[in-house]
């Protein structure tokens, strides 16, 4: 089974890319897409690798992995002071 651990191991071992370049792939970082063209461009990998390489998840690797999602980040109040919290409440007499 074809995984981007063995592709990139393949690349490195075939002299094709750098242990830079292979840390840019693995971890998707700065123009990983990029390297990824000119590899296919230049033949050492095919499309089928291509598209492992650039799948989001690779779940033959870790069939069990789920997504990590964080709450997205409000940066439009000023940082130094917490956002003003509107409360109400009522009582009864």
Known sequence: ??????IVERLLDQGHITIAC?????NK???????????HRDGPI????????????NF?????QQ???APP???DYNQTTPPQIYCQTTTLD
């Not at 095919?46 to 998840?57: F, K």
């Open 67 to 69: 997504p990590i999602y």
């Open 1 to 6: 089974m074809i995984t981007r651990n063995s």
């Open 29 to 39: 970082k700065g123009q990983y897409l990029q390297d990824i063209e000119d590899l």
């Open 73 to 75: 980040i409000n940066w």
């Open 46 to 57: 095919s499309t089928s690798e291509a598209i492992v390489l650039m799948r989001d998840i």
């Open 22 to 26: 292979a840390d840019r792939i693995l």
């Open 60 to 64: 033959s690797e870790n069939p069990y």
